[in-house]
């Protein structure tokens, strides 16, 4: 931790001693929830918990309006 004064603002979205490395993991992290939510949802196998899940490389996801303009779907690509 640096030894600027720990104001949120500073810690959140400012920090030069943070930012190359904790930003980073808590993107990847947040990121990894979310990809074990949505492989959950859609039926395929997953850790029971979602920080023991590790994304198979090559599985991505894709989230946006369906090709009629209705509600977000989520389309899966190998």
């Given at each position: ?32 929830y979310i990809h074990w939510m949505i492989c959950k949802h859609m ?32 389309r899966l690509y190998n």
């Amino acid at each position: 931790m640096c030894y600027k004064a720990e104001h949120t603002k500073h810690i959140v979205a400012g920090c030069t001693i943070l930012a190359p490395s904790e930003y980073t993991n808590r993107h990847n992290r947040v990121a990894g929830y979310i990809h074990w939510m949505i492989c959950k949802h859609m039926g395929l196998q997953v850790t029971d918990r979602y920080y023991e899940h590790i994304p198979e490389k090559g599985l991505w996801c894709d989230v946006g309006p369906d090709t009629q303009g209705g509600p977000l779907v989520v389309r899966l690509y190998n």
